[in-house]
């Protein structure tokens, strides 16, 4: 029997538009419109030793899922009973220096940020590598803005928050190095309810 249905032609433009640019307020990712949190994080001198000297202040808009809660039969290290399990994609990142005169500047409505979907790294100085520590702001960042002010969004979570893992599933290479482009660098960790955020840490 003929084949009586026609096949549709695809229809390629001959300048297609980029993803991001048919999302109003995109930065070079089609979540960063839909962007909940920022973190911020801190390098340490030597990789995964939280003690060692820190170096730098790493801030990350993210877009977050939250996704279990710990019991006391499920904690481990850096996962502890009462956190929430919180995982998504980095937006777009900054690297900022370790001291500032404005603890929440990382908190500012006009951030300066310098990459897009992962995080700053440098082959000098290397990157935030896990486990890493340091705070979470979870609410409407279109409420931030100057002076930096936490409490910008009055139902905003603000407090601890600890990275366990960077780029799951796949790495940085390999289709890593496809997906990471597109809609951001995977980022899971646990929000810590029963710390305080500490903005002196900044």
Same mark, same amino acid.
């Given at each position: ?6 096949? /549709?032609?695809?229809?390629? @433009? !001959? ?9 109003? +307020?995109?930065?070079?990712? @089609? ?12 390098? $340490?001198?030597? *990789? ?6 820190? #170096?730098?202040? =790493? ?8 996704? $279990? ?5 499920? $904690?481990? /290290? ?17 690297? #900022? ?5 404005? *603890?929440?500047?990382?908190? !500012?409505?006009?951030? /300066? ?21 340091? #705070? ?8 931030? !803005? ?26 940085? +290479?390999?289709? +890593? ?16 309810? =029963?710390?305080? *955020? ?5």
């Amino acid at each position: 029997m003929p084949n009586i249905w026609p096949s /549709p032609a695809l229809q390629v @433009p !001959s300048n297609p538009v980029p993803l991001q640019a048919t999302i109003p +307020g995109a930065s070079g990712n @089609p979540l960063s419109p839909y962007a909940n949190a920022r973190l911020l994080q801190f390098q $340490n001198l030597i *990789p995964g030793d939280l003690d060692s000297p820190r #170096l730098w202040r =790493h801030v990350f808009e993210c877009f977050l899922r939250r996704g $279990n809660y710990i019991t006391a039969k499920e $904690n481990s /290290p850096g996962v502890d009973t009462g956190d929430f399990t919180y995982s998504g994609f980095i937006c777009r990142a900054s690297r #900022l220096p370790l001291q500032s005169a404005d *603890p929440l500047d990382w908190l !500012s409505g006009s951030l /300066p940020w310098q990459q897009d979907n992962v995080r700053v790294a440098t082959s000098a100085e290397g990157t935030v590598q896990v486990p890493c520590q340091g #705070l979470i702001w979870l609410g409407d960042l279109s409420r931030l !803005s100057d002076p930096p002010d936490s409490e910008a969004d009055p139902r905003r979570i603000y407090t601890a928050f600890e990275v366990i893992e960077f780029g799951a599933y796949y790495g940085s +290479g390999g289709i +890593g190095a496809i997906t990471q482009p597109l809609v951001g660098e995977r980022i899971y960790g646990t929000m810590k309810l =029963h710390q305080l *955020p500490d903005a002196s840490a900044a």
